[in-house]
Every structure is written in structure tokens, then in C-alpha cells.
């Protein structure tokens, strides 16, 4: 398993590293707001590892690790069609159990596809599908459903801040029998506000429901913020983040906060 996982990650880093584009110079405050912009035309494969505390009865720590290459595709003059992919790798521990007993491995891969206008004006937005695929290596790790939905994100870009949401909507229409269907509903709302030399603040929480849950067990609503920097190593641009949220309505077993960890290799054009 720790084998296959660690070739998966490598295919990954040598496609974008070994086709990164030569890219005219660009400055740290542009590059930085071009990483706060989902539809943006712009490479990227980010590495975002959220850390989730307070698990269950027995305080339990959950750990994912998500994988989100972004890939722009110039469609036409007026259209691009931006893929963002999110690839989790999942420590999942029992949470009957006060320690010890973790399940590792690949969590359910989803595929966001946006439509959006190479010339949005103020308000840049991008509309499309969401695919979410049962390729979970482990029963406890995904829902075992085939799912599908809608997809958009909206922005806009004023003086240093940068302002805008994400949501989906996904419902199964294949897949185990023996497991629930799926009807969920995620919101991503994102405030930027872009200081000197690439340095950024930053709340982005993910804001999830799940209609099929129990009364009480349908949202998970997190508070919260940190700041980012854009680096160059080498020549090569790295987006870095850290953030921290509070869950102020949480499911019954669910976690009381998250620490995220970012960091991104961002190939400009």
C-alpha cells in the first residue's frame, strides 16, 4: 500500500515538474493573488495537509493529506476550462479506541471541472461538474458511490483583496447497494487581503452538509484564518499557507478544530 502510494505522489510531482512551462517574471504580490483565484490561468499542484483534533469520545486525530493539481485548458478564445482535481490520502483512526488501530490509504477522488470566460471583468466566475469516483482503498475511508453534481465559483479582485466562494453540490447515482446514498453540499467562502513581497492573510473555511446525516449531524461549520507567503526557490515560485478553524457546529464525533497546511508549486505561463 505505502508503495503504490508513494509512486502515485511521484507520477504526479514529475508530470508538473517535468512539463513546467518557461514563464515571463512575474511579481510576488501577482503571483500570490493569481493562487487566490480557482479559475485562474495558472499551473498549479498544491499539497494541502489539514490536521483535524478532537475526534470521537477518546479525542482521537485525524490526518488528510490532499493532492490538488490544477490544470487550465484553452478551449478557445472566450473560454478556458479549468480542471482541479483533490486526491486525499487519509489516516483514519478507530474511533472506539483511545489509540493505536489507524487505517492509511487513498480516500475518494473528485474531479471539479469549470467553464469560465477568459474576459469575466469585475466579477470572475467559472460553472461546470463535479465527478466524485469510489476509489477509496478502504470501506472506512469513502462512501463506495458512484456521485455527480453541480459546480461554481465566483470572485472578484479589488485593490489588495481578493473575495469570492466555492460550492457543489454531489448526489450518487451508482455503487454499493450496502451503503447510504450520498446527497452533500460543500461552500467554500475565501478572504484574501495581499500585503508586501508575496506575505497574505487568509480565511478560507470549507462549510460542509450532509442531507442524509441524522438532525443535528448535518453540518460542520468552521471559523477561522491564518496568513500565506509566496517564495521563489530557485526560480521556482511556492505558494506556503497555514490556517487554523474552530468548529462552531460540528456532528457528534466530528473534530473540534483543524490545523491546514499548505504548500503549492505554481508553473505561471
Not at 508513494?6 to 500570490?32: D, H, K, N, R, W
Not at 470572475?124 to 453534481?149: N, Y
Request: hydrophobic share 40%; glycine share 8%.
Amino acid at each position: 500500500m505505502k508503495k503504490n502510494l508513494v509512486q502515485f505522489l511521484s507520477a504526479i510531482i514529475l508530470t508538473f515538474l517535468c512539463g513546467a512551462p518557461i514563464y515571463a517574471e512575474q511579481t510576488a504580490e501577482e503571483l500570490a493573488k493569481k493562487t487566490q483565484n480557482p479559475v485562474a490561468d495558472l499551473i498549479s499542484v498544491p499539497f494541502q495537509n489539514n490536521l483535524n483534533f478532537g475526534l470521537g469520545p477518546h479525542n482521537r486525530a485525524q490526518n488528510i493529506l490532499n493532492i490538488q493539481p490544477v490544470v487550465p485548458i484553452k478551449l478557445s478564445e472566450n473560454l478556458n476550462l479549468i480542471t482541479r482535481t483533490i486526491a486525499p490520502i487519509i489516516r483514519q483512526p478507530d474511533l472506539t479506541r483511545d489509540s493505536g488501530n489507524n487505517t492509511n490509504g487513498l480516500g475518494d477522488i473528485n474531479i471539479s471541472l469549470f467553464f469560465s470566460p477568459t474576459n469575466s471583468g469585475q466579477v470572475i466566475w467559472g460553472l461546470g461538474p463535479i465527478l466524485q469516483f469510489p476509489t477509496a482503498t478502504d470501506e472506512v475511508l469513502g462512501a463506495r458511490k458512484w456521485s455527480a453534481g453541480p459546480t461554481g465559483v465566483a470572485l472578484t479582485m479589488q485593490g489588495p483583496w481578493v473575495v469570492g466562494a466555492i460550492a457543489n453540490q454531489v448526489w450518487s447515482y451508482a455503487g454499493n447497494d450496502d451503503r447510504d446514498k450520498v446527497s452533500a453540499f460543500l461552500f467554500q467562502y475565501f478572504v484574501n487581503y495581499n500585503l508586501k513581497d508575496g506575505l497574505y492573510l487568509t480565511s478560507s473555511p470549507i462549510i460542509t452538509a450532509n442531507w442524509k446525516a441524522t438532525s443535528g449531524n448535518k453540518w460542520v461549520i468552521p471559523f477561522g484564518g491564518g496568513m500565506g507567503k509566496l517564495w521563489k526557490v530557485h526560480k521556482q515560485p511556492i505558494n506556503t499557507q497555514v490556517q487554523a478553524f474552530y468548529n462552531v457546529q460540528q456532528t457528534t464525533f466530528g473534530p473540534d478544530w483543524m490545523l491546514r497546511l499548505q504548500v503549492q508549486f505554481l508553473f505561471p505561463k
